[in-house]
């Protein structure tokens, strides 16, 4: 059953509030889903509450983190839910946890990142590296379709690194990595993987199961929901992290990681878009049933069928504006355009348009209540490998499953009239 745009639109309370305006900025941030306000809203006006009191709303309080922790494991398909971790955003957690994962590397091993991600997965490892004694080697992309250089990857490999940090999907150029096959290299060569999901989290199913990582971290502000980060971590391989915490902490799993008062509300929120999407599921995904039925159950059968009818949904959308950009006089396309290969992407769309700058599409579009982003986003190798940081990066036009394929056409006008004007 194909999602029903409408009746997906009216679970966003800002779609109602700003009629009109099209939202294709959603990679830097997409709107946020009525569920996860509504567990906001009852968290902060029920049991506002420090954890670990003898009281009744710090009780609930603990309760509703626990079921957010439950929550996520559902949604990242985690063994446990002691295997997540809370904190700020995707960036914090990385800067923190990095300090645990580097503190037995030694002087002269070395690490592997590379120039596809989004920086918040790159330089707390080049820095830990640096504080380490640590080597670095960089695997590149491919500058034509934006695909990781897997034969560049595999030599890095020859290194034995003790950590490979990649991303699941690029929040520049939208590709999609191979992540299960690079994770058995990584491992058949003695590394540790960290993934960075925040990208791909609102267009398709994780099973870190089966991905078999040892980490992976996503942003639940990226995905319908709250400012939150959210850390998976085998189990296993978090018991034997050093923990950098404050003495009265507990040492149990995942407080131990979970430094100071957490973001209580922003973690209920979270909790609330993964209600939401198992809603969808329920909803919109009896066609994936049989697919996942065998396997999963519950909560965490809803999930895969919301995410892989969302992906399904997604493929249209995709289509639409392959096709409008196309038709677009002096734009210049970057990373995997080709209509042919949408499963290895996500729709994240960057170019360049001939006689405009990067900014003044962004701005004109604007006024035309269109909103997408310019420039790097983070994903200054991306910007500086293809040799555009210095003048302005590019446009990124971003979306989800709220958006609709009569707004792919509103940008199509917009983007034609801007051409016709600066040709």
Not at 8 to 33: C, E, M, W, Y
Not at 108 to 126: C, E, F, M, Q
Request: aromatic share 10%; with cysteine; proline share 3%.
């Amino acid at each position: 059953m194909m999602l029903d745009s409408s009746l997906i639109r009216q679970q966003f309370p800002a779609l109602q509030k700003h009629s009109g305006v099209v939202f294709l900025d959603n990679p830097g941030g997409t709107q946020i889903a009525r569920h996860s306000l509504d567990r906001v809203t009852a968290y902060l006006t029920e049991c506002n509450a420090n954890h670990g009191g003898a009281f009744a709303t710090s009780q609930k309080s603990d309760d509703i983190l626990g079921e957010a922790h439950a929550a996520m494991a559902d949604f990242y398909n985690a063994a446990r839910p002691e295997e997540i971790v809370f904190g700020n955003n995707m960036t914090t957690l990385t800067l923190h946890i990095s300090r645990s994962i580097s503190r037995n590397w030694n002087s002269g091993d070395t690490i592997v990142v590379t120039r596809l991600d989004h920086d918040a997965n790159v330089t707390p490892w080049v820095l830990a590296a640096q504080d380490r004694g640590v080597n670095v080697r960089w695997v590149d992309f491919d500058v034509e379709d934006g695909t990781l250089n897997l034969d560049n990857f595999a030599a890095a490999l020859e290194t034995r690194p003790r950590l490979v940090a990649v991303g699941y999907a690029s929040n520049a150029l939208g590709t999609i990595n191979p992540v299960k096959k690079l994770v058995q290299m990584a491992h058949a060569a003695g590394a540790q993987v960290y993934i960075d999901a925040v990208q791909y989290a609102a267009h398709g199913p994780i099973d870190v199961q089966d991905l078999g990582c040892d980490f992976l971290v996503s942003s639940a502000y990226k995905f319908f929901g709250t400012h939150a980060g959210i850390l998976y971590g085998r189990y296993d391989v978090l018991e034997e992290l050093y923990a950098y915490k404050v003495r009265p902490a507990s040492n149990d799993l995942p407080d131990r990681f979970e430094t100071g008062t957490q973001n209580h509300e922003g973690i209920a929120g979270v909790l609330g878009a993964i209600e939401y999407l198992a809603w969808v599921g329920r909803t919109f995904g009896q066609d994936y049933l049989e697919k996942y039925g065998d396997h999963f159950s519950g909560p965490r059968l809803h999930l895969k069928q919301a995410m892989s009818a969302i992906r399904a949904y997604e493929f249209e959308i995709s289509r639409a504006v392959l096709g409008a950009l196309a038709e677009i006089p002096g734009l210049h396309p970057y990373g995997l355009y080709d209509a042919r290969r949408l499963e290895e992407r996500v729709p994240t769309f960057v170019f360049t348009l001939k006689g405009w700058h990067p900014r003044r599409v962004a701005e004109e579009l604007a006024r035309q209540n269109i909103y997408v982003w310019d420039g790097n986003y983070y994903a200054i190798n991306v910007t500086e490998r293809l040799g555009l940081e210095e003048s302005g990066g590019m446009v990124r036009v971003g979306a989800v499953h709220y958006n609709t394929l009569e707004e792919i056409w509103q940008l199509k006008e917009a983007l034609w009239k801007l051409a016709k004007a600066g040709l």
